[in-house]
């Protein structure tokens, strides 16, 4: 699957943004899908996940309650609204396909190493 992030921007402190990735191919629907970011000489980290059906999501506690991740299947995008953003949230923007399912919770998939396919990045600066 191919993945094409898009959304990033300049924005100021308390703004939102909406992230979409769209993806290529007909099984969409199967795959989990996260997002991950990484700040400048930082390394990559977990942002947020949901599942295959888009029943269930996971987020990294540093963006409970402002960032929201959503799925629509019919259109092989997954999104990440972010609301409220600080300058802290300054980072390229991935997103992330995994194949690997199973019985498990979300959280397993705060692990980069459980996705096969990644986006380019979109890169989002927040300015104070």
């Known amino acids: 699957v191919q993945l094409q992030a898009s959304g990033g921007g300049l924005v100021q402190t308390g703004d939102s943004l909406r992230l979409s990735c769209a993806a290529s191919g007909r099984i969409f629907s199967s795959y989990v899908m996260g997002w991950f970011r990484q700040a400048p000489g930082k390394e990559r980290e977990f942002v947020a996940v949901i599942s295959a059906s888009g029943g269930s999501t996971y987020y990294a506690d540093f963006v409970k309650g402002r960032f929201t991740i959503s799925r629509d299947n019919a259109k092989n995008t997954v999104f990440l609204q972010m609301n409220s953003l600080k300058s802290e949230d300054t980072a390229v923007y991935y997103c992330?396909?995994?194949?690997?399912?199973?019985?498990?919770?979300?959280?397993?998939?705060?692990?980069?190493?459980?996705?096969?396919?990644w986006g380019q990045g979109t890169k989002v600066t927040v300015s104070s």
């Open positions: 992330g396909a995994s194949s690997r399912l199973g019985s498990l919770g979300l959280s397993r998939y705060s692990q980069d190493t459980m996705y096969q396919y």
